[in-house]
Each structure stands twice: as structure tokens, then as C-alpha cells.
Nanobody, 122 residues
Framework: QVQLVESGGGLVQAGGSLRLSCAAS????????MGWFRQAPGKEREFVAR????????FYADSVKGRFTISRDNAKNTVYLQMNTLKPEDTAVYYC???????????????WGQGTQVTVSS
């Protein structure tokens, strides 16, 4: 089992920045691909970004490319999502997830955090 706890969400004005963190415990963190997903009210959960086990490879949804950066610190068992130039359409609950394969599909991830709310005001 892997336990994931997100933090860092909040209310920010459009154009602002937030940094989300996801702390992992349980099994060896570096064994897992880590991803960030988000879900806005009335919408399906969507992929945001993922990073490889070492952090050397990353992949982003087109909607956040150039604005968001995913990174991980395996010594701290933590994955981050730096979000810059935020837009109202980025408003959602953000979830981190751990999986065994690199994928943009939520179904490829085995463990999920409880989510953290990000609200971007216009």
C-alpha cells in the first residue's frame, strides 16, 4: 500500500501561482510513476502531468504545458506540481496518484490521495 497526502491548494487570482505537494508513505516511493490529475465540478477527472520513477522524464497535458511543472524528490518521498500563470479554468480538485506504468489514463494508477482544492478567481 502507498498512502498519498496532498497539500498546497487554495484560492489564488488569475495569473498567480501555487505549488502543490504530495507526500507518500508506505512502499518504496521511487518504484512508482507519479501523476497529477484534476477534477472540476461536473466534469470527469483529467490528466495533468506525470513523472517517471527517477524524475528524469515528464509529460504534460496540452492545457497546462508551459505553465505547470511536475517534479519529485525521492529522498523526501514527495512529488510537486508548480502551477504558474493560473487561469480560472484551472479551478478543480487536484489529486496525486501512484502507478506502475507511465500513462495518462487514471486507470493505470493504483493509489490516490484525497485531493486538494485549487480555486482561481478571475
Amino acid at each position: 500500500q502507498v498512502q498519498l497526502v496532498e497539500s498546497g491548494g487554495g484560492l489564488v487570482q488569475a495569473g498567480g501561482s501555487l505549488r502543490l505537494s504530495c507526500a507518500a508513505s508506505g512502499r518504496t516511493f521511487s518504484n512508482y510513476v507519479m501523476g497529477w490529475f484534476r477534477q472540476a465540478p461536473g466534469k470527469e477527472r483529467e490528466f495533468v502531468a506525470r513523472t517517471s520513477r527517477s524524475g528524469g522524464s515528464t509529460f504534460y497535458a496540452d492545457s497546462v504545458k508551459g505553465r505547470f511543472t511536475i517534479s519529485r524528490d525521492n529522498a523526501k518521498n514527495t512529488v510537486y506540481l508548480q502551477m504558474n500563470t493560473l487561469k480560472p479554468e484551472d479551478t478543480a480538485v487536484y489529486y496525486c496518484a501512484a502507478g506502475s506504468t507511465g500513462s495518462s489514463s487514471q486507470y493505470a494508477y493504483d493509489y490516490w490521495g484525497q485531493g486538494t482544492q485549487v480555486t482561481v478567481s478571475s
